[in-house]
């Protein structure tokens, strides 16, 4: 409850008008050549592909009832928002989106456009660019079927604004995707303490638990801002297998995915359901936290 | 399937199974894949004719400036780069020596000759028969009516002599090979009774009419040839962006028949792992997938690879000991349905 209040507090009286976090691109700044070494200090985002990427597939494919046999995401643009050295971004162009990726750190998009121009498939099929999301939004207004912010807004200065910008510029009736850390104990021990300073599958100093979201906190910002949110998920990672899967309890690491209302703002019997359900969800965290 | 040295036999009779097996011909096989690759031809582009002369392999660790893919070239000078590379290139694999994969052989001191036979009366041809010789099994496969399929392994000089020798004296060898005693010692044959008896007290289902294999007429003039055998085992099936599958990875002796099909088996696995990975926008050639496969079939092929080779060396002596202990073996493995079932 105190934590709530004081990351309010910190967030109104911000001077930053930007949601990139200069300290957080430091940071992985002295790691950008290592993103595609597989068995390196990413493996375990690598990893993460085995269950973001199908999530991401079969949400889409309930949608829309029909589709291309090799090319299930043909058609569907999507932003990759923090894409890295393009971990995420290959695999979607993979299955046929057309992927527009952005991230503040010029070495990153240098290491992800240098990835993928060895494909000539995904050479066509990807776009980076180095800047960041309100930079965008401007040109891009309402452009995207889909945006992409996995494992970012964790590391975002203002929340607030980032969640506006996406939905400037997404599509009516677009998905938003979003993985990230919630902000328990349970995620200070194991995603802090264990994950970096005793087993070391992240990088140390990767992660502030202040800045960690718990998905109350996001569901509530997001249907402020005129989305519904579909799924929550939490997700598990085995460090000994190096895998990573669902799981009920959204305690550590979780996923959400959410829809911007349509244009005249109607919600469906079931979109009215699931306000009812985040508005009991947000009173009961209220008083649990 | 029976032994040279004994009675001793093993029946697998289709009524308890499925269809056991099929046999069918090479050429039968290479043209329903040409038709199929025909079908498909938008999506697959066979070079006919051309040899691969030289591979570049990707670093590991990625130096920037080199293509991560794997380059081939090829006899006629054109260049091909791929995401992920199959060997399946036969036991002596140039895919698997480029990688510099360990390969466990051995050379057995055999030679197999195969030949096309003609039968001598036209017979319900739908038994597989197999002798287990001193000097190796011999097995007549059938293809038709009165058409058979002969695999003999046999030492490399009886194996020179078998293709050199006239036509009627190969076909004389065949049948004395079927139907000779000479094996047989009275020890070894009163042990074998004594054992068969001794089940019967326990299993009285009885031994069925006993079937003879088919006597030889003839056999087709081009039709004899004859190639080495060995056994062979790759330590590693699979590399980042390259997968052996098929004799370039396993080499068994064909006493068991199951050469082909542990390669077809290799192939339904990779197939499986690769198009789920292509499902999942997985770049083809990572070792993560090829890695799943690699564990799933050497788990598989292993086991069946040492056991053809333990039966092989088991079948290939007179020594009494060892005669009485398979003749007792493969008696009791006759009388047990549920093990035959599981063969």
């Known amino acids: 409850q105190l934590s709530l209040f004081r990351l309010t507090m910190k967030r109104l009286f911000s001077t930053s008008h930007s949601s990139v976090d ?4 430091k940071k992985f700044q002295l790691l950008a050549h290592k993103w595609w070494d597989e068995e390196g200090e990413y493996s375990a985002l690598h990893s993460m592909n085995d269950i973001r990427v199908p999530f ?14 090799g090319n299930p995401l043909s058609g569907v643009k999507i932003l990759d928002v923090g894409c890295g050295g393009g971990l995420l971004s290959e695999p979607l162009a993979r299955l046929g989106a057309s992927v527009t990726g952005i991230d503040p750190l010029e070495d990153n998009i240098r290491t992800a456009d240098q990835h993928k121009s060895f494909d000539p498939v995904l050479d066509k099929r990807i776009q980076y660019k180095s800047c960041s999301l309100e930079e965008i939004v401007e040109e891009s207004m309402e452009t995207f079927d889909v945006i992409v ?11 607030e604004m980032f969640i506006n910008c996406c939905s400037q510029v997404l599509k009516p009736e677009g998905s938003l995707f979003i993985t990230t850390i919630n902000k328990t104990q349970l995620s200070y021990v194991l995603g802090v303490v264990v994950a970096e300073k005793i087993i070391g599958i992240v990088p140390e100093g990767t992660h502030e638990w202040e800045k960690f979201v718990p998905p109350e906190e996001l569901e509530h910002l997001l249907e402020s801002k005129g ?20 799981m009920e309890s959204t305690s550590i690491n979780y996923a959400m995915h959410a829809v911007k209302l349509g244009a005249q703002g109607q919600s469906s019997p079931t979109d009215d359901l699931s306000e009812m359900e985040s508005e009991q969800r947000s009173a009961v965290a209220g008083t649990a936290v | 399937v029976w032994d040279a040295c004994s009675e001793a036999m093993i029946v697998f009779e289709k009524d308890d ?3 056991m097996g099929y046999i069918v011909e090479n050429d039968v096989i290479m043209s329903a894949l040409t038709k199929q690759l025909d079908a498909v031809a938008d999506r697959v582009e066979v070079f006919y004719g051309s040899r691969a002369v030289g591979y570049t392999w990707p670093f590991p660790s990625r130096s920037c400036d080199t293509s991560p893919w794997v380059q081939i070239e090829l006899d006629d000078g054109r260049r091909l780069q791929t995401k992920l590379l199959i060997g399946a290139d036969g036991h002596n694999s140039v895919v698997r020596k480029e990688a510099e994969i360990k390969n466990i052989e051995h050379q057995y001191d055999q030679s197999a000759v195969v030949a096309t036979l003609h039968l001598a009366e036209a017979t319900d041809n739908n038994v597989a ?8 099994p011999i097995a007549l496969l059938p293809l038709s009516d009165t058409v058979s399929s002969l695999v003999w392994s046999t030492s490399h000089e009886h194996a020179l002599e078998l293709v050199a020798m006239d036509e009627e004296s190969f076909v004389d060898s065949i049948n004395s090979a079927f139907w000779s005693n000479a094996n047989h010692s009275d020890f070894i044959d009163t042990a074998g009774a004594m054992f068969r008896s001794a089940i019967s007290l326990l299993k009285p289902s009885g031994t069925a009419v006993r079937q003879l294999p088919p006597s030889v007429a003839k056999v087709d003039p081009e039709s004899r040839a004859m190639f080495p055998l060995g056994m062979g085992h790759a330590t590693e099936y699979v590399q980042h962006r390259m997968a052996l599958i098929g004799d370039a990875a396993h ?19 990779l197939a499986h792992h690769l198009s789920a990975a292509a499902f999942n926008g997985s770049d083809l050639g990572s070792l993560k997938h090829l890695l799943k496969f690699e564990t799933e079939r050497q788990r598989h092929n292993v086991s069946l690879i040492t056991a053809i080779d333990v039966l092989k060396r088991l079948y290939s002596t007179k020594l009494t000991p060892l005669v009485l202990l398979r003749t007792w073996g493969l008696q009791a493995t006759n009388a047990l349905p549920p093990v035959k079932v599981r063969i």
């Not at chain 1, 200069?22 to 691109?25: F, V």
């Open chain 1, 22 to 25: 200069s300290k957080e691109m």
């Open chain 1, 56 to 69: 991401i597939r079969d949400t889409l494919l309930n949608v829309s009832s029909n589709y291309h046999l």
């Open chain 1, 149 to 159: 912010a996995s494992e970012v807004v964790e590391h975002v200065a203002d929340l």
């Open chain 1, 227 to 246: 989305f519904t949110v579909k799924t929550v998920n939490g997700m598990l990672y085995n460090p000994f297998l190096g895998s990573w899967s669902w």
């Open chain 2, 17 to 19: 199974l499925d269809d």
């Open chain 2, 129 to 136: 028969w197999q002798r287990f010789l001193p000097t190796g």
């Open chain 2, 251 to 269: 080499r068994v002796h064909p006493l068991a028949g199951q050469g082909v099909n542990l390669g077809f088996g290799d192939i339904a696995c």
